[in-house]
């Protein structure tokens, strides 16, 4: 009798080897990330203010942008993020940006700005990018690299909450083909919403206009 699961089974190992990679979550052979576990890791939360961190709408910034995140950082999240950063698996990025542009209508924007990759970080890519690739393509929305880190900033891997809180309003700098532009953020998670609001402030005084950021998870406060 034909054995089914033998022969998926030793399609899996062939792909393996031809390919080898596995979800992180269901750990299936030959794929990235499983649609299945992509959208049981990802529901919208509830909206932050972008200037302060807060619960949105914000009573301090009553017209400030919206943090938007599609899971908390933590359990299996917090795994498949560092196997993004950590991993040498820039092809999540991708998909988990595209699984992010579901959570949500998609925006008027013209650009989306991903968070700069640090100068001195040791990653071989920028998985903020990586996300926004993703999420850009499903909204056709174009991905510009415009902004980067200040030369005297300390990179991000490392600091703990007060520290990054105290990243300055000169922590980014953001180029003038950014002026006129409507613009999202893109990041892997928000810890403080210190970052953000830097790499925000950075784009309003650059002349953008920034609508909102939206990041795969939020560390709960």
């Given at each position: 009798?034909?054995?089914?699961?033998?022969?998926?089974?030793?399609?899996?190992?062939?792909?393996?080897?031809?390919?080898p990679v596995e979800c992180p979550v269901c750990g299936r052979l030959g794929a990235v990330?499983?649609?299945?576990?992509?959208?049981?890791?990802?529901?919208?939360?509830?909206?932050?203010?972008?200037s302060c961190g807060g619960a949105a709408p914000c009573p301090s910034h009553p017209r400030g942008a919206f943090v938007?995140?599609?899971?908390?950082?933590?359990?299996?999240?917090?795994?498949?993020?560092?196997?993004?950063?950590?991993?040498?698996?820039?092809?999540?990025?991708?998909?988990?940006?595209?699984?992010?542009?579901?959570?949500?209508?998609?925006?008027?924007?013209?650009?989306?700005?991903?968070?700069?990759?640090?100068?001195?970080?040791?990653?071989?890519?920028?998985?903020?990018?990586?996300?926004?690739?993703?999420?850009?393509?499903?909204?056709?929305?174009?991905?510009?690299?415009?902004?980067?880190?200040?030369?005297?900033?300390?990179?991000?891997?490392?600091?703990?909450?007060?520290?990054?809180?105290?990243?300055?309003?000169?922590?980014?700098?953001?180029?003038?083909?950014?002026?006129?532009?409507?613009?999202?953020?893109?990041?892997?998670?928000?810890?403080?919403?210190?970052?953000?609001?830097?790499?925000?402030?950075?784009?309003?005084?650059?002349?953008?206009?920034?609508?909102?950021?939206?990041?795969?998870?939020?560390?709960?406060?």
């Amino acid at each position: 009798m034909f054995d089914v699961s033998r022969l998926r089974l030793f399609c899996d190992l062939l792909l393996h080897s031809l390919w080898p990679v596995e979800c992180p979550v269901c750990g299936r052979l030959g794929a990235v990330l499983c649609p299945g576990c992509l959208e049981a890791l990802l529901r919208p939360q509830l909206p932050r203010c972008l200037s302060c961190g807060g619960a949105a709408p914000c009573p301090s910034h009553p017209r400030g942008a919206f943090v938007r995140s599609g899971a908390l950082h933590e359990g299996t999240v917090r795994s498949v993020i560092h196997k993004l950063k950590y991993g040498r698996t820039r092809a999540l990025g991708p998909i988990l940006g595209r699984g992010l542009s579901t959570l949500w209508e998609r925006p008027y924007l013209d650009a989306l700005i991903p968070v700069p990759l640090h100068p001195r970080s040791p990653r071989r890519y920028n998985q903020a990018e990586a996300i926004a690739s993703g999420l850009g393509r499903a909204w056709r929305v174009p991905v510009r690299e415009l902004g980067r880190w200040a030369c005297d900033v300390p990179a991000r891997t490392g600091l703990g909450r007060e520290e990054r809180k105290r990243l300055g309003a000169g922590a980014f700098e953001v180029a003038s083909e950014a002026r006129g532009l409507r613009v999202g953020l893109v990041d892997d998670v928000c810890t403080t919403g210190t970052t953000l609001s830097c790499l925000a402030s950075a784009c309003a005084a650059a002349g953008a206009r920034v609508e909102g950021a939206f990041v795969l998870a939020h560390v709960p406060r």
